[in-house]
């Protein structure tokens, strides 16, 4: 039964369930169909690699983002967590570094369904489809769960069955799954970065803990089911791919999963593999416009943020003018970004982001739920470690829009408060 909102709160309404599909809404987006191609062109068959550090370092930021959304369970992640352990500006900073890298990733998902959809009116569908999904937000988060929950089985279903017939197909052979001497470690790097992005959507579990039933119990096991899902998949279906179509194949491949069908001798799945290409971006959407939403109400709560963000609907119970913000900020970079660019960005921001949640998770006492020290330090070290292993365009940028947001802080705190 939902727990009555108190005025000016979120109502909570989500169980462990609705969690974890909010988790693999996320991460089972452009990762999957986007992704690998871009890492096999960095690392070769070294994606496997690749694939294994990103996870490693999901897994770090996943446990340190667990214990601290027990700890602080309100809307905004991160932005809360480095507020409240490390300072004002610590926390400010990683808000930011999720709002902007994390807009970016929205743009990129409305994009990846222009792309499949219609190649040619490409801006135009990720216009429309921003605009759709976040009235889906503005109605509220358990329409929005339960639609995810739909799309989430979809994507699930076309990805099962890539995988059936890459692994039963003629052409598959187990001999291009060999690391080759052309695999550099800095390639590794770079397409871990890149897996990065795909594994970065169990945050949206915690930036909703004012909205999860018990969330003390549910966040940390929601987490770490979804991140375990999605690493699963995701590494049954790099493997398919490899073995169906090498490093070089693909490497080459605009639509990887597309080609791995078509290369496995089934043609007739092509069609059936781009439609669940862009109904998993736009559950990857769904969920982002949602958390990004979150952490924008958390922001302008503090005023960090322009304060009439803060508003929540007195029936819907939701952040309404944070998510028509979002919503139209997204709408005009869905229509202008270049998709690659966007990736690069957004991952490059949300490493930081958490980055700033590693070292949050460090100053916690065992009564409050610490990981073990190597999680924290490991991740901390791997998020930077990735960040600047990414193209050095993602970077300059990357850099460049937190200075801004640091200078931002600087201009409305004054150098006496906090």
Not at 253 to 276: D, H, I, K, N, Y
Not at 367 to 393: D, I, K, M, Q
């Amino acid at each position: 039964m939902d727990s009555p909102a108190e005025p000016g709160k979120l109502r909570r309404h989500l169980g462990l369930f609705d969690a974890v599909v909010v988790g693999l809404g996320s991460m089972l987006g452009a990762g999957v169909f986007a992704a690998l191609g871009p890492g096999a062109q960095a690392a070769g068959a070294g994606l496997i690699i690749g694939l294994a550090i990103a996870a490693v370092v999901a897994y770090c930021n996943a446990t340190s983002s667990a214990r601290l959304a027990a700890r602080y369970p309100a809307s905004g992640g991160t932005y809360v967590y480095g507020r409240e352990r490390l300072g004002a500006f610590w926390g400010y900073l990683a808000g930011w570094g999720f709002v902007v890298g994390k807009t970016a990733s929205c743009a990129a998902m409305a994009l990846t369904v222009g792309f499949y959809l219609w190649p040619e009116r490409a801006h135009t569908v990720a216009v429309a489809a921003t605009v759709a999904l976040t009235a889906v937000n503005y109605l509220g988060v358990r329409k929005a769960a339960w639609l995810t929950r739909a799309i989430v089985a979809v994507v699930l279903a076309v990805l099962a069955a890539v995988a059936t017939v890459a692994f039963t197909a003629p052409t598959t052979e187990a001999a291009r799954l060999r690391i080759g001497s052309d695999v550099t470690v800095g390639g590794v790097l770079q397409a871990a970065g890149l897996l990065f992005f795909a594994f970065a959507g169990y945050a949206r579990i915690a930036t909703l803990g004012e909205e999860v039933r018990d969330p003390a119990r549910t966040i940390p096991r929601a987490v770490g089911l979804a991140l375990g899902i999605v690493l699963a998949v995701y590494g049954v279906v790099a493997v398919a791919a490899l073995a169906v179509l090498g490093p070089g194949g693909l490497a080459a491949a605009e639509a990887p999963l597309s080609q791995t069908v078509r290369a496995a001798g089934a043609a007739w799945m092509v069609p059936v593999v781009a439609a669940g290409a862009a109904v998993a971006a736009l559950g990857s959407l769904l969920a982002l416009i949602l958390g990004v939403s979150r952490t924008v109400l958390a922001m302008a709560r503090d005023r960090r943020l322009p304060h009439g963000l803060a508003a929540v609907h007195p029936r819907f119970g939701v952040p309404h003018r944070a998510e028509a913000a979002v919503g139209a900020v997204v709408a005009v970079l869905a229509a202008t970004a270049d998709l690659r660019g966007a990736i690069g960005f957004s991952s490059f921001c949300v490493l930081v982001y958490y980055a700033v949640a590693n070292a949050s998770a460090w100053t916690l006492t065992r009564a409050e739920g610490r990981p073990a020290r190597a999680v924290p330090v490991a991740g901390v070290a791997g998020c930077l470690v990735l960040a600047f292993a990414l193209p050095a365009t993602s970077v300059v940028w990357g850099a460049a829009v937190l200075a801004v947001g640091a200078v931002f802080y600087g201009l409305r705190t004054g150098p006496n408060r906090s």
